[in-house]
């Protein structure tokens, strides 16, 4: 049974997460749902979900078909994307090439291979007390940051900052898993070429 701690972060972890959709949408080109396109790949954020005491999400990847023709190719071109997002902080917790088939209409079918990163969050790890404690000071002695409104799922001003804290921690997680495995798309591309 979820905690309500487990469930507000997981509100604001959505709205930390969709901010971050909304960036990208609105910095690259926009595609429907959660996905956007930059240099002939599609990113796709998922929403949050609350397991086990932790938040989990997923960023996927389409793997750019028309430059990578063959099968082993396709593996090959996952394999280095996967070691690049091994390496560094923000580790997913698992990478896997998936495969889409869609067929819209019921007379095409496309085939469609993913990079699939899953993330996880720890409640615990979305928050920092010491920063909560800094903030709320300033708040009590009118020094405070505008971004932080009372919120109406909080009964304190301290709890209001540790909601802000939350949604402001996924999305700049989630920016920076999301700018990893961009630059490893890129980085990889570029190898394909050169």
Known sequence: MPTLKGL???????????????E???????KKGRRFN???????????VLKDNAIEFEI??????????TPK??????????KVLEKGKNKPVSVEMENIVWDSRKDTEKKRDYVKLQ???PLDDLFNNKEVEKQHEKVMSGK???????????????GSIVLANVR???????????????DANKQIKASLKG
């Open 38 to 48: 930059d240099d002939n790949v599609t990113y796709e954020i998922s929403r949050p």
């Open 24 to 30: 990208m949408q609105s910095k690259y080109s926009a």
């Open 168 to 182: 402001d921690s996924m999305h700049q997680f989630g920016r920076d898993s999301l700018i990893k495995l961009m």
């Open 119 to 121: 993330y996880q969050c």
């Open 8 to 22: 507000l972060f997981n509100q604001y972890a959505t709205e930390g997460l969709s901010a971050l959709v909304e």
């Open 60 to 69: 996927s990847s389409k793997i750019p078909e028309d430059e990578i023709k």
């Open 73 to 82: 190719e396709m593996q090959s071109y996952f394999q280095q994307i996967k």
């Open 144 to 158: 405070a940051d505008s971004s932080i409104t009372d919120s109406p799922s909080a009964f304190t001003k301290a």
